[in-house]
């Protein structure tokens, strides 16, 4: 069973960093594109990252600001912000397209559960 778990939540200022992890856990045969998203109180969520094995992409309220990764196995994937602002309050979730089987050539979307990152001023 193929599951998502985000961590690296939490509270911190404004001006400060905070590097979110989402670890890929089960049998994956393909990781085909992965995602972050976000969404804040009284708002719809939002996507804001994404990556592939040849690009990324961002959302422009967080370009130059956050980046998007993942370790070579493709089993973990980061999101590392800085210069967070009281506007990037929101719980983050990873998302992921995987195919699981090889004699299955097709991309199931599956979810983390969040995590909530706060920012004070």
């Known amino acids: 069973q193929v599951q998502l778990l985000e961590s690296g939540g939490g509270s911190v200022q404004a001006g400060g960093s905070r590097r979110l992890s989402c670890v890929v856990s089960?049998?994956?045969?393909?990781?085909?594109?992965m995602y972050w998203y976000r969404q804040a109180p009284g708002k719809e969520r939002e996507l804001i990252s994404t990556?592939?094995?040849?690009?990324?992409t961002y959302v422009d309220n967080v370009k130059g600001r956050f980046t998007v990764s993942r370790n070579s196995a493709q089993s973990t994937l980061y999101l590392q912000m800085n210069s967070l602002t009281t506007e990037d309050t929101a719980v983050y979730s990873c998302?992921?397209?995987?195919?699981?089987?090889?004699?299955?050539?097709?991309?199931?979307?599956?979810w983390g559960q969040g995590t909530q990152v706060t920012v004070s001023s």
């Open positions: 998302a992921a397209d995987l195919q699981l089987r090889s004699n299955r050539p097709i991309c199931d979307k599956f």
């Open positions: 089960g049998k994956v045969y393909i990781t085909c594109k």
């Open positions: 990556i592939t094995d040849s690009s990324t």
